[in-house]
């Protein structure tokens, strides 16, 4: 078995797929995939069985409904869990995170991190074809979440990740109940609070050229009313065993 779990959670992704983990494959052979499908209308739910009849590293997991990023991605970590993966990553499906970075991150978090993050917002890490008010509120959303929960990450809302399974062990998941971006947040706070070793890795971010993105407001405003919880709560408990986040480069 495969050291490394890689997380593709699909909603409406046909036209990426196959694309997507031909670049995984490409990029880091050696690893076992994940497609974790909420019974996609597009078909991509028997897109992937059939990518997984002729793949033995693939592994598709079908649920019943439409049920959220973070829930997604907990699935995800169960399976990597029950199973004994060393390394657990999550990577978009729709093309926008390029494999090609997982060599370097992986090397990282075998270094002895504990999450790697695929960061747009440090040096040397950017993004291609957004509009300006998209990135407005991703580099909003980062500014305000390193405000309130006193965090040296750059781009705690990412979705490009590695993380060490042992250390996900550690963390009560089934008390995780956010949704993207905030889910994001959650997973990396509730690590630093652990005091788990944080590590930032440079990446472009290209937005996708099919499908449909997922954002909607919904999702902003969940973070930014958890987030501010979060903070608030952090300061008023002045918890000695939560230090304030550590991001290395």
Known sequence: MAETLIILPTYNEIESLETVLGRIRQ???Q?????????????????????????????VLHRPAKDGLGRAYLAGFAHAIERGYRYVVEIDADGSHDPADLPAMLSLVAAGADLVIGSRWVRGGSVRNWPLIRQAISRAG??????????????????????????????????????????????AWRLQRAGKRVVEHP??????????????????????????????SGRRSSNPSAPAFRAEK
Request: hydrophobic fraction near 45%; charged fraction near 20%.
């Open 27 to 29: 990029s880091v052979p």
């Open 203 to 232: 990446i472009v971010f290209i937005e996708r050229t099919a499908g449909h993105s997922k954002m909607h407001p919904g999702i902003v405003v969940e973070a930014l009313l958890r987030v501010t919880l979060w903070g608030i």
């Open 142 to 187: 980062n500014a305000y979440s390193r405000a309130m929960l006193r965090s040296g990450i750059h781009d705690i809302t990412a979705g490009f990740r590695v993380y060490r399974t042992q250390a996900l062990r550690t963390l009560d998941l089934s008390a995780v109940s956010s949704q993207g971006y905030c889910f994001q947040v959650e997973l």
């Open 31 to 59: 690893t076992d995939v994940i497609i974790i499908d909420d019974s996609s209308p597009d078909g991509m739910g028997r897109l992937a069985d059939r990518l997984a009849a002729t793949d033995p590293g693939l592994t």
